[in-house]
């Protein structure tokens, strides 16, 4: 039996007891399981939907105090960060609850019949939505309650009425197995079958793959690195019936200052930078991990004050020896590739300082090594000729999750163009602010152009993410107690 250790994030010691990696046979027991309960739940009311949802919510912030404890254990993230994520997770749920009580997921277009031939002339059509199915859901390590057992993706799964299976992340174990237990008192409350929700568990890749290919799993909502994305991306293609998968990937979410920007206020843009790029030690997916400044006085002046206000930060342990493993190799990988680093302070053993490098733009549009994302606190200053070769570098970027645009605020050609660059290549683009805080919201697109995302189209946060999990159906002459149902599948 092959065993999952957790660890203390700041110290790397073993913490509790070992606990046992899921088997082939654990998997096929879990996924059998979602595939039964998703017999019933598929056709549930949106009023059953929402009372699950929100009874997991209430069950998160009724064991706040315990789950934010094993979480700073196991995460190192600090005890104010963890129970705002707990608020934020609770809120996601309760925001799914209330698209499922509103009728959201049964929304349905009622096509009548038009008399005569075609083209015009056409029988009536109803146009709905049915659930894919069991859902194999990959928890992430930075996010480890809104990205991880009951994170988005989960909420909006069961909100569109597919079971899930979730394969937790070993960087916190025994926070997904304390999380799964409430799950688990929530359906025995509630009378709904044990298999709706699901949990798998192991640190190797065999585990994620044995899921993905799963001939039940219906669907695969993954986030995390590039490498591990593509793989089970590829997985879910090579199946005999292929099966969507949203991976939400690498993004280095690109900040360009303009030049009056910059003069304006550049000093508090250059502290907002710094807080942005250090904080959670840099490990959001939203983190500002290029900067990209056209050459000149101003840009001169925001270099010496982000360098300053850089210098200054202390992050805190990163969430795996693995990631600070990573973190450092880029790093270096960087170097060797022509940056010159600005501020590049050691840190301790669990915990690295924050690194800013920076390189021109002709450097960076002819070494690929550069575009890759550098997960922890770290940035890349790009430092341009002019508004062609800004253009010429996000490009170059291919895909991100944001692109923050500061001084875009005239009309003007440049910034036209700068904003259908920044679009080409962005789920977000931002005119203010910072990238790092990604609001659950209606309007909110979290994902973008490989390799930030494998399905630019959809969003794995706000009230989009429901659609993923929902597949049209059109209905042609459908008889009068099928239509009574108001969308909602038998």
């Not at 949203?246 to 303009?258: D, H, K, M, T």
Request: aromatic residues 4%.
């Amino acid at each position: 039996m092959t065993l999952l250790q957790s660890f203390d994030a700041r110290t790397g010691a073993a913490h509790g007891e070992p606990l046992n990696a899921s088997t082939s046979a654990d998997i096929d027991v879990a996924v059998q399981a979602a595939a039964a309960a998703f017999d019933t739940w598929g056709s549930s009311t949106g009023a059953q939907r929402a009372a699950l949802l929100d009874a997991l919510a209430a069950a998160l912030e009724g064991d706040r105090d315990a789950l934010v404890a094993l979480a700073d254990v196991e995460t190192a993230l600090g005890t104010a960060r963890l129970s705002g994520e707990i608020d934020r997770t609770a809120f996601q749920l309760r925001r799914f609850a209330d698209m499922a009580t509103r009728g959201v997921p049964f929304e349905r277009l009622d096509d009548p019949a038009v008399a005569g031939a075609p083209p015009a002339g056409h029988p009536a059509m109803l146009r709905q939505r049915v659930p894919l199915g069991p859902v194999a859901m990959f928890a992430a390590s930075n996010f480890p309650f809104a990205f991880s057992v009951l994170g988005g993706d989960t909420a909006s799964a069961l909100a569109a009425g597919c079971s899930v299976v979730v394969k937790a992340h070993p960087g916190h174990p025994q926070l997904s197995q304390r999380v799964f237990g409430l799950i688990r008192g929530v359906l025995q409350d509630q009378g709904l079958p044990a298999g709706l929700v699901g949990l798998v568990q192991g640190a190797a890749i065999e585990v994620g793959v044995a899921l993905v290919r799963h001939s039940l799993i219906a669907a695969g909502a993954f986030t995390g690195s590039t490498r591990g994305g593509a793989a089970l991306q590829a997985e879910a293609n090579a199946r005999p019936r292929p099966i969507p998968f949203y991976g939400e990937l690498g993004s280095i979410n690109p900040v360009v200052a303009l030049p009056a920007a910059l003069d304006a206020k550049g000093a508090e843009l250059a502290a907002t930078l710094a807080g942005s790029i250090a904080v959670g030690c840099g490990q959001f997916c939203t983190n500002p991990g290029l900067i990209v400044l056209i050459d000149g006085p101003a840009t001169d002046s925001l270099v010496a004050q982000l360098t300053a206000a850089l210098a200054t930060q202390q992050p805190h342990a990163m969430l795996t020896t693995g990631m600070r493993r990573a973190f450092d190799a880029g790093i270096t990988r960087f170097i060797e590739n022509g940056a010159q680093p600005l501020v590049q302070q050691p840190g301790s053993a669990q915990a690295p300082g924050p690194h800013l490098l920076q390189v021109s733009a002709a450097k960076f549009l002819q070494q690929p090594a550069l575009h890759d994302e550098v997960f922890g606190p770290s940035s890349l200053i790009v430092r341009a000729r002019s508004v062609a070769e800004v253009l010429a570098v996000l490009d170059a970027v291919g895909g991100s999750l944001t692109v923050t645009l500061w001084g875009a605020e005239a009309e003007s050609d440049d910034t036209r163009a700068l904003v259908r660059g920044a679009m080409a290549i962005a789920g977000r683009v931002l005119f203010a602010g910072v990238p790092t805080g990604v609001a659950v919201t209606a309007a909110q697109q979290h994902g973008g152009p490989w390799p930030a995302s494998t399905q630019p189209m959809t969003t794995s946060v706000g009230d989009a993410a429901l659609d993923r999990f929902l597949r049209p159906v059109s209905l042609q002459d459908a008889p009068a107690w099928l239509r009574a149902r108001e969308g909602r599948p038998c």
